[in-house]
Structure formats: C-alpha cells, structure tokens
DNA sequence: TGATTTTTGTTCATATATCGCACGAAATGA
DNA sequence: TCATTTCGTGCGATATATGAACAAAAATCA
C-alpha cells in the first residue's frame, strides 16, 4: 500500500470516537485530544464533522456520542453471517442451560462478544456485543487460543497485560500453554471463578464444516449454583449439541 | 461551523462502514462506491485504511469488515450509562414476564435498540444493541414517537417511508397522530403483529427524575400465545413496575 | 475577593495530503 | 473472442493538518 492510499483523517476521526469508549459519555475537545494524543484542532475538527453527520451532538462545551453511533458496529453485525447464524442457537442453549450463553470471536488478545441469551444476571459486567474480555482468562478465550499455532498462541500471551482479576487467575504463561493443550485435546475449556469471583464457565470452539475454529460459545453459571468440577457434566452435552448442529450450517 | 472545520474523508469514511450494513459481509471497491456513491478512488483509499488499522481485511478482491469494528459501537455503549443502568432491570423483566424484553431510543425515523434481554425466540429478525427497525410501526417507536411535540411527530412521519410490514401496519398519518395520542393517554403502546405477522408487543416510556422521556422498553410475545387484547392485563404492571424504579435510577 | 497562572477553544497561514477525474490494464462474462 | 465491468494509478486542483498565536474561561493561590 502506498503512502498516499492512506487517510489520515480518518484515521483520527476512528481515533476519536474510540476515545469515547476509555472513559465516560461526555467529553471535552481537550480531553479527547488527550486521550487521542492527537492535536486539539485536529480532535475539534473530527468532532465537529461527528456532530455535523449527527453521530455525536455539541452543547458548546462537551461532546456526547449519539445512537447513531451504533450503525457502524450494527453494520458488522447485520453485515456477516455469523452473529445472524449463531444467535438462535444460543436462545436455545440459553433456554435448554438455564444459564446465559455467548458466542465470542478473537480480535487481539481480546475476545469480543458476538452475540449473547441471557437467562438470568450473575456477573457484574454488562456484556452485550461488542463488549471485550481478556481472552487468556476467559473460557472463549481459552478455546479460541487453543484453536491457534501455538507460536500465535505464545505471541499472543507475550501481548496481552496477564493481570490477576481474581486469586483464581492464571497468569503464568507457560501455564496458559499447557492449558490450551489441555482444551485442545478435550474439546472444551473451564473456568473457575478466574474473571470474576462466583463465576463458572464453560466453552466450546464453533467449527466450520471445514473443521476450522471461527468463534467459541460458552455458557456461564454462578460457582454457588454449579461447581467447576460440575461444569462439563452438566453443560457439555448441551454445547456439544450446539457445536455439532452449528457446524452443518456455517459455510 | 465553518467549511474547514468538516473532515471529509472522515465522512466518507463512515458513510463506507456504513455500506456494509446494507448489504453482505463482503464488498469490492466498485460495490462500496456504487453503495456510497464516492468515487470509487475514494472509497479504496478508506476501505485500506480500515484494513490497514484493522478494521477490515482485504483479499486482493473483497474487504470484509472485522469485529473491530464493533469497537466503535461499543463507544457509545460502554459510554452511555442508559443501556449499562437499564440492563439488569430488563433481565429481571424478561425473566418475570417470560418473554423478550428491549430498550430503544429514538433516532431520526427508527428506534435503535440499546439492550435487549431474549427469553425465547419469536420474531425472525435477529435484533441486537444497534437494530434499528422503524419507528412508526413498533411498540416502542410509537412510545418515544407519542412523547414528541405533535408537529415534531408529524415531521417524523413525514420523513419516513410508511410501509406496510403486514395487512395490520397502520401507514395512514392522521390514524399515527390519533394513536400517538391514544398512547400519550393511557401511558402504553401496544403493536399487534403490524411489524410481523405473529408478534405483539407492549411498550411503555422510559422517564428520567424530571420526567422527561429518555427511552422507551417492551415485551413482545407471540400473537398466539398472549392476544393483543390481553397484552396489557398481562404485562403492563410488570412494565409500570420497570418504569417506576428506572425514574429512581436514571439521572 | 481579586490577581495570577493554567487550561481551553478558536483562528490563521502555509506546507502537505487528499480528491476526483481520466486513462490503461486486468478481470469477468456472454 | 469481444464487450463490459472493475481496478489501480498519476496528476492538477482543492481541502486538510499543523503548531503557533491569542482571547476567553477555569483554576489556583494570596
């Protein structure tokens, strides 16, 4: 690609709008330029062209991003299959569990959810799509690793910020190797309580009908309603099911 | 504003993530350009620069937006405290009234969903945070639609393409203005099956502590489960019961 | 309170990057 | 094969980014 196929100030503009999801709703030109490290009239502009086009609105002071923000994650969702495909499998999983179920792909070191049933409120993250989770401590995340090289998985890991959300998390990475060998070989991964305390969960990885992994699902539970030891018994041929029906419909 | 103070390749950027939630998961260069109606050199030169940030890759033919994407989205939605406050009152909503329960608010002709709780699946559109659907013919729409100063609804209506989704779609404007007022009355909307044969729905305004209305929520059950007669005996006090503890919660 | 400092929003001039057109090459399809 | 469509790229005209400058607004301090 050359230089001049590049537009910078679209660049920033995408910049800026990402500035908004690190903080809260409201912000000023000279904190968006802060937290973009880009110039304060370079942030003015972007902002004033998201406030011309109505996906963010001005009140002289501070910038507020507006519904029609969410066009622009809603055109991937609309866009490809895979949510569309994945969601009604999930109201049944979720109904069939009793328990929330989600479907997650890698972007990164992060898994970002994809689509979600919820059956009923245990963690105290509001995860809808497009909401992000570290994957080295996330059941998905652990199927979605397992499913790479394990030369991508280790560069992964040497990316991610390994920071302990609980006693429980794993954070070595060799550790995390081993792990993934362990879910690649059974099939599935479990975590205990590694995210967030009185939280169990359970994945699988989502294959295509070439046997390539293209995202996970998984189902969680409150750690006082299931145990971790319990987890695979009681869900696994549920997702199981889930897997194998979602492999015979996804190209 | 001044002329200078408008990005335009920022713009136009936007308008091209944009084209793909019109249509399939992948676009070629002239699609996008026939879709956005830029230049086709234009829309190259953004569609590179999303894959050279990641938000799009690019087989030599099609680019295919990636869920970075939704990181955009998720702006707002992390942003905004309304979709993160009504969520858990909308799981224990779904959860007591046993069917589907959603958050919109108003933008321009549609309503764009902010959270959604599904406890079984009955409509055929797969409705996510960013669904849009228009809003002169969904429940929730004719709330948020009915809290409008008469002339601004009217505006609305005179913008929007009224469509029949079904035998039942009411498209006449001076019917919408009299049910606006209906709804206005009586503090409800309910829908029966005029956005899809099968579904009716309920939906009620979602107040701040000065009263304004902020957003509006719903039920929507199969018509031939609960009839649209019996829509409001059944589920408005659980809605009212919603409505009264997110007038304490929201600012 | 009032003076002083810091931060912020805005403007400006200019060097630089982008736009859209036009053209030829490559791919597609009949 | 030829006709049609799609692509990549060079170029001149035009639009944008930049950082300094300045006024206004906050914040700080005496």
Redesign the pocket.
């Known amino acids: 690609m050359?230089?001049?196929?590049?537009?910078?100030?679209?660049a920033?503009g995408l910049k800026v709008i990402e500035a908004f999801g690190e903080t809260r709703q409201r912000l000023?030109?000279?904190?968006a330029?802060?937290l973009t490290g880009?110039?304060?009239?370079?942030v003015?502009?972007s902002l004033l062209t998201l406030s011309e086009l109505g996906y963010a609105v001005y009140d002289?002071?501070f910038f507020t991003l507006t519904p029609k923000i969410l066009r622009l994650g809603h055109a991937y969702l609309a866009a490809t299959p895979l949510p569309t495909i994945i969601q009604p499998h999930l109201d049944q999983l979720a109904e069939r569990a009793g328990q929330n179920a989600s479907a997650s792909v890698l972007d990164g070191t992060e898994v970002v959810y994809i689509a979600r049933a919820s059956q009923r409120r245990v963690m105290s993250i509001n995860l809808t799509p497009g909401s992000r989770l570290p994957a080295f401590c996330a059941s998905m995340g652990r199927v979605l690793l397992a499913a790479l090289p394990e030369s991508e998985a280790r560069s992964v890991l040497k990316r991610t910020d390994l920071r302990a959300n609980t006693p429980n998390t794993k954070t070595d990475p060799e550790e995390l190797m081993a792990e993934f060998r362990r879910v690649r070989e059974q099939g599935y991964a479990v975590i205990d309580q590694e995210l967030e305390i009185g939280l169990c969960s359970i994945a699988v990885p989502v294959e295509n009908d070439r046997g390539q992994t293209v995202a996970a699902i998984n189902i969680g539970a409150p750690a006082a309603y299931v145990a971790a030891s319990d987890m695979a018994e009681r869900f696994l041929p549920l997702l199981k099911e889930t897997q194998k029906a979602l492999r015979l419909v996804l190209p």
């Open positions: 050359r230089e001049t196929d590049f537009v910078s100030g679209f920033k000023t030109i000279a904190e330029s802060k880009l110039d304060r009239a370079t003015r502009r002289g002071k």
